[in-house]
């Protein structure tokens, strides 16, 4: 199984540019999460989706946007990237029934300039 | 508002030398919590879960415990390839979510 896929695995925007990240899960998975992480700041909840459908705010979800494509796709967009945006973003999926972890991708290290 | 805390941020041990991680919490009703271990440039990987005080789950070198206000990750006889962050997270009983701390950076010399 591959688990949990996240594309692309760098990428470099100026100021002002959009981008999509996307993610996909083949393990079946009901709910599916978007973190960042930045040096000393820990894992911060972006958005999240606790089934297809559905998508809630996590802590910081300002300037971004997500998509719930289908279950086995969450998408996170920026729409007007800000060097604020630099980071490290993982996409996780969780099943849920039976309280088990996160299973996380590889994630995608945006820099912003 | 669900806290995670782990200490210390930075441990450093020779090989062989036994240590304890520590994530101390403050959750309305806990649900479960989590321990991950990240490499550098890696999403975390989960290691346990832990659903009650007094649970114990082990793994080759690591062993987790957890009581009503904290958790330990007890590393046994450290190698070098035990070196990554290790990451605590809580599952509140009211959320789908999990709330993470800012990890620990573990460093094994040989």
Redesign the interface.
């Known amino acids: 199984n591959a688990g ?1 896929t996240q594309t692309p695995k760098f990428q470099v925007l100026k100021t002002g540019q959009s981008m999509t990240l996307q993610c996909a899960q083949d393990m079946n998975h009901n ?1 599916m ?1 978007w ?1 960042r992480q930045d040096p ?4 911060r ?1 972006i958005y ?1 989706s ?1 089934s297809e459908g559905t998508t809630d705010k ?1 802590e910081v979800p300002n300037g971004y946007n997500v998509s719930r494509l289908n279950k086995r796709e969450f998408s996170l967009r920026l729409e007007s990237a800000a060097p604020s945006q630099t980071s490290v973003y ?1 996409c ?1 999926s969780r099943k ?1 029934t039976g ?9 995608t290290r945006l820099t912003v300039v | 508002e669900d806290q995670v805390t782990q200490s210390p941020e930075a441990l450093r041990l020779q090989e062989g030398e036994s240590s304890s991680l520590n994530c101390s919490y403050t959750v309305s009703g806990l ?2 919590l ?1 321990w ?1 271990r990240q490499d550098p ?6 290691l346990f ?1 832990l ?1 009650s005080a007094g649970e114990e789950k082990e793994k080759e070198r690591l062993k987790a415990t957890l009581t009503k206000k904290e958790s330990f990750l007890h590393i046994t006889a450290p190698k070098p390839e035990d070196s990554a962050t290790y ?1 605590c ?1 809580v ?1 509140n009983s009211g959320y ?3 709330t ?4 620990t950076m573990l460093l094994v010399s040989p």
């Open positions: 949990v709910s999460y973190y000393g700041m820990g894992l909840l999240y606790a996590g993982f996780a849920e309280g088990g972890g996160y299973t996380f991708g590889s994630g | 649900r479960g989590f991950y440039g890696k999403g975390p990987e989960f879960t659903y990451l997270a599952w789908s979510t999990l993470f701390g800012k990890g």
